[in-house]
């Protein structure tokens, strides 16, 4: 009898595991949601995603792709029947803290904006709460870097616009980069001799301006950069890595964050790999690029060909697709010669297969794939796992 109990299980695993290389349990598939319909599209953020089919009006899709939101205008956000209409055009952007900035670009004119709840409707008007021609960034930690122009389209200022419609001087210098964020209850800012420093919520002084360049903080770090070398900070301005990098990437699920399951991606060299929080490198620096690790997984390129390494820098996945995202709960679609598949951790791949051009997915939604074929236009696509 435990024979052939023994015998059972045998067999049965290898039913499970079936043909060499192709995985069974747990399965994961690809459910394509929508044809390729999306002449531009976002990236996915608190499960909305902004698309347009025409360039002109603009929706907000959810993870099933239904729509969210619907028919976002220019004429009908800033302003119906004015004689400027004819060609202009708006600009979403992603939401954070429940607010999106969607910002009006109208033809030879400043630039407007408002913020949109996940309802659609108008919850900050930039414009009226700071008395001028707004281009707004995304809210974080309750503000967002708003760039104000007069009505001839010339710069006046930076300031941080809260949700209350409240604001605080940021810089009369223009810098333009309305992507920088207050995170961690700082903010990077400059102040005019090029260096950067980092202020709190009130534009009071914490770090004084001293790096070449910085990113906002994350997780209590913060990439930074001195005498063209890149290191990490912590909230005091102190380096816990000394600046020796070419580069540290400053992104993965969360916006600015440098290390991801304890590990950030830094270039030394002319060359990628991983280094520790101690700036210690685990793998070497042998690789074209190297992105954050995800579910114990880095994607790396050598060579135009993307493969996998794991926490230890070992190559896990040898370099041999000509596509490749990121893991989502151990599964990432891959594709070689316009044929994907998804695999497992250690390679094996689905018998199923999608035909795609290219496709394109965030480190914060990689479950949501958008993908073209032969046109220009996108399709999205969702990995499910059973």
Known sequence: MKKFIAAFIAAALAAAAGPAGV?????????VISQPVYTDVGSYSEGLCWVTKDGFTYQYIDENGRVAIDGLTFAGLFGAGKSFLLGSTIQCGQFSGGLAAVIGNPQGLAPRTVYIDKTGKIALNADKALGGYVYGGQFSGGSALCAVFDASASFTGEVLLR??????????????????RLSGGLIPFTDGTGLYGYADAAMNTVIKPQFDDAFAFCD????????????????????????????????GVKADMVFSEGLASAEKDGAWGYIDQKGNPVGG????????????????????????????????????YDDANSFFEGFALVGKDGVYKLIDKTGAASAQTWNFSATLTTFDAPQMIFFTNSGHNYGLAKIIIY
């Open 163 to 180: 949700a209350d419609g409240s604001s605080v001087k940021y810089s009369d210098n223009p810098n333009y980069n309305t992507d920088i």
């Open 285 to 320: 620096f042998s690789w074209d690029f190297a992105s954050p690790m995800s579910c114990g997984l880095g994607t790396v390129v050598k060579d135009d060909l993307y493969g996998y390494v794991d926490g230890a820098g070992n190559t896990v996945i040898a370099p041999q």
């Open 23 to 31: 995985y069974a349990a747990p399965a994961a598939t690809l459910k």
């Open 220 to 251: 209590g770090y913060a990439a930074a950069s001195q005498n063209g070398s890149w290191g990490v900070i912590d909230k005091t301005g102190a380096f816990i890595i000394k600046p020796r990098f070419d580069a540290i990437l400053a992104t």
